[in-house]
């Protein structure tokens, strides 16, 4: 097995431009996934982000897990559990608009900086998408601005933490999935591993790496790009020794934005024609609310059968 790709951001700048771009574009076209070291955000910032959400869990969190877990009687499980994950979470939105003032429980100075981290995040979503444009052969912006909608793209940040599991062979840490959205980018635990994705039908870990961040692509690249870049399953595997830390970012279309095939990658590809759906962004979360377990051509046909009734201004491109 090949190794996992690690992207060193800080060689971009530098002659070894081409090589980083190439292994970008193939950690894109074959893993669906790869992780960044040496890139913008500050390390102290990951560090402070990573102190205060471990102990926001020990301090607002770890007690309502526990009742969560006695409640469901998941300590004595005996057989797999299927619809229940090993997990402690809770979300922030930034964008269109901020919902972390309105989050109970946190204190300012937490707020604060896990606003100032959405503001790295954002940028370095924002720089990813122009890399792989160029990449693909887009306009630079291209898929900025099919994100944009009328508000703007959406981003909200997931905090984890995976407990340590007395039975991680029947209750996983997250189930098997793929991600509906755009770019996620993942800070994750440095020493609790857990991260794995599905490679040529084998379950591969993704290597914690201090102050790195993990990078994947959902389900709209795919569209977007028709295929040539593919969003790609993964879960998590619960521990039975440490809690693992994982702060994942989706850097979303906005709701209202209209995903489709990018017409340049389509006559590329002559032989191929769009072999997926145009629809808004809003419709295909709702129909992934309730299929995030499953696989994911089943809602690429579902939106694929919705188009042909559904009238669609290119409202959500300019
Ligand atoms: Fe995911």
């Known amino acids: 097995m090949e190794n996992f790709p690690v ?30 070291v040496n890139h913008s955000i500050p390390v102290e910032m990951l560090d402070t982000v990573e102190r205060m959400t471990k102990e926001h869990y020990s301090k607002c969190m770890e007690q309502k897990f526990r009742e969560m877990v006695a409640s469901k009687g998941l300590e004595s499980a005996q057989s797999e559990m299927n619809d229940v994950d ?20 946190l204190d300012d100075e937490y707020r604060k900086v896990m606003k100032e981290f959405a503001g790295e995040i954002e940028k370095l979503a924002e720089q990813l998408l122009d890399l792989l444009c160029e990449n693909l052969g887009l306009e630079k912006g291209y898929l900025k601005k099919v994100f944009h909608g009328t508000h703007g793209p959406t981003l909200g940040t997931k905090v984890s933490n ?25 800070f994750q635990d440095d020493e609790v591993s857990g991260l794995q994705l599905l490679k040529d039908g084998q379950w591969v870990d993704v290597p914690p790496l201090k102050h790195s961040i993990v990078i994947n692509l959902g389900d709209q690249l795919e569209v977007i790009t028709n295929g040539k870049y593919k969003s790609v399953v993964h879960r998590v595997i619960a521990q039975t020794d440490g809690n693992r830390m994982s702060i994942a970012s989706f850097y979303n279309p906005g709701s209202d934005a209209v995903i489709y095939p990018a017409p340049a990658l389509v006559e590329k590809d002559k032989e191929k024609c769009p072999a997926y759906p145009k629809f808004v962004f809003e419709d295909y979360m709702k129909l992934y609310v309730g299929l995030k377990f499953q696989e994911k051509e089943p809602r690429f ?14 409202i959500a491109t300019a």
Do not use: Q
Request: with cysteine; charged share 30%.
């Open 7 to 36: 992207v060193d951001m800080e060689k971009l700048n530098g002659e070894e431009r081409n090589a980083i771009m190439e292994k970008i574009k193939d950690a894109c076209e074959n893993w669906g996934f790869f992780e960044l």
């Open 86 to 105: 090993w997990e402690s979470t809770f979300f922030l939105r930034h964008r269109p608009v901020s919902n972390i003032s309105e989050i109970p429980d």
């Open 162 to 186: 995976y407990p340590p599991c007395p039975k991680p062979d029947l209750i996983k840490g997250l189930r098997a999935h793929t991600d509906a959205g755009g770019i996620i980018l993942l």
């Open 301 to 314: 046909e579902a939106m694929k059968a919705m188009e042909s009734s559904v009238n669609m201004d290119p």
